[in-house]
């Protein structure tokens, strides 16, 4: 079923206008015909009421439930000194079903911050389309640019992604947990000296088998595995 984001509700109706009502015409939905409706992180069946040159008004049938998918995993991601690699890991989140990606700033990353704050939208954009090709009515967030310096170990399993110093086994790892952090180094890596101090606060040295990985390649394959292996 085709899935569109609303910013505007009246009542018992949905309206779809922009971007989203080019959306709906290119796929040629017709009255009555459903579809669902993300509007503020909930999710609706709607039918097509009526459509006006600026807009599609969609009558709300029923609230659908919360996907039941509840890991909970932050990516802390160094942003790669090339964007586009930044915009591949958004949408590989979003389908592997990362809950929230904090945009970190390293030695070895891309460093203007202003830059990155101003691709907020543009990320945002992304992400929605990917959630309506994946079918994802879970919430992404993309968060503000944090420096890896302030970042800290809050969830129930830390890990690090480290090529150099991971030691132990992948099945060793506890997949039984609620919520996960996972960190991520730019292409040239991180500073041993970063790598040391990620781990005083008390991230976990993973390593991948069998070979050096991209970045993107990594914090996917991770995220994902997290998401397959973990409890619910
Ligand atoms: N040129 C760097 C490679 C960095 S790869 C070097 O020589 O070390 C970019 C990031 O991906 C790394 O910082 C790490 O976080 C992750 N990564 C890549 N391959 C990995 C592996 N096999 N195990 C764990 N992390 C890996």
């Not at 009558?59 to 039941?68: V, Y």
């Not at 932050?74 to 990362?98: C, D, H, M």
């Not at 704050?117 to 090709?133: G, P, S, V």
């Not at 992404?140 to 150099?164: C, P, T």
Request: charged letters at 35%; a positive charge.
């Amino acid at each position: 079923m085709h899935t569109f984001f609303s910013e505007e509700r009246r009542g018992d109706y949905l309206f779809l206008r922009d971007k989203e009502l080019k959306h709906l015409k290119v796929r040629r939905i017709e009255q009555k015909e459903k579809f669902k409706v993300i509007y503020e992180d909930r999710t609706f069946l709607c039918e097509l009421e009526r459509l006006h040159k600026d807009k599609a008004q969609c009558r709300i049938l029923e609230e659908l439930p919360q996907e039941s998918f509840q890991v909970n995993i932050t990516l802390y991601q160094a942003v790669p000194e090339n964007l586009k690699t930044f915009e591949e890991i958004i949408r590989g989140s979003v389908q592997v079903g990362v809950k929230r990606i904090v945009p970190v700033i390293s030695d070895r990353s891309f460093k203007k911050r202003e830059v990155l704050e101003r691709k907020l939208q543009r990320w945002e954009k992304i992400a929605k389309e990917e959630m309506k090709l994946s079918g994802r009515s879970l919430p992404f967030r993309i968060e503000k640019v944090e420096s890896l310096r302030v970042l800290k170990a809050e969830a129930q399993v830390n890990l690090l992604l480290d090529n150099f110093n991971g030691k132990g086994s992948i099945r060793d790892l506890n997949f039984k947990a609620q919520s996960y952090s996972v960190v991520v180094g730019p292409e040239g890596g991180f500073t041993a000296k970063e790598v040391s101090s990620l781990r005083e606060r008390g991230f976990e040295p993973v390593l991948l088998r069998p070979y050096v990985m991209r970045t993107q390649t990594a914090a996917l394959l991770m995220c994902g595995m997290i998401a397959n292996l973990s409890a619910t």
